[in-house]
């Protein structure tokens, strides 16, 4: 059984708009919160939507640290970075002269 949120986020401007919260986090990984979103974008409803997508998917991490108020809740991209060390581990594993 589907759920209201469901049905607003299934035509294409959702993915756009889904694809627009991760490109933002991808940017900002690691300082970017919930609030910044809310301020850069604007919906708070969807952002919070995205957020949840985007975690369930598991491109994106919640991480807790100290913010401007105290403890808060970042958001971090963790698909990009662990693409990123993959790489890495296959050049190091190509390049060493004691293979």
């Not at 959702?14 to 990984?29: E, K, L, M």
């Not at 974008?41 to 913010?67: E, H, S």
């Not at 808060?72 to 004691?98: A, L, M, N, V």
Request: contains cysteine; hydrophobic residues 25%.
């Amino acid at each position: 059984m589907a759920t209201i949120q469901q049905f607003k986020l299934r035509g294409n401007s959702s993915s756009r708009f889904i694809d627009r919260v991760y490109a933002i986090i991808r940017n900002r990984s690691g300082k970017v919160t919930s609030k910044d979103l809310d301020q850069m974008i604007g919906n708070k409803q969807d952002v919070r939507l995205a957020i949840t997508r985007l975690t369930v998917q598991g491109k994106i991490k919640r991480v807790r640290g100290f913010g401007k108020r105290g403890i808060e809740y970042f958001y971090k991209d963790i698909d990009h970075q662990q693409q990123k060390t993959g790489r890495d581990k296959r050049r190091t594993s190509t390049s060493s002269p004691y293979c």
